[in-house]
């Protein structure tokens, strides 16, 4: 996510989206777990954003 410095939430969300379409949603949860609270609030976004997610 350092890549994304600077960039505003919404092209953020939307390059991830591109690639998310089978990204595990408990996954990007934990993972979010480990970043600041803007970082969780885009995989959240990410996550509400992409109804092709696999669950689990």
Not at 12 to 29: E, F, G, P, R, Y
């Amino acid at each position: 996510m350092w890549c994304y410095n600077g960039i505003q939430k919404d092209q953020i969300v939307a390059d991830v989206d591109d690639w998310a379409t089978n990204l595990s949603t408990d996954k990007l949860m934990q993972y979010a777990e480990n970043y600041p609270k803007s970082v969780q609030k885009i995989a959240h976004e990410i996550a509400n954003n992409n109804h092709t997610m696999v669950i689990g």
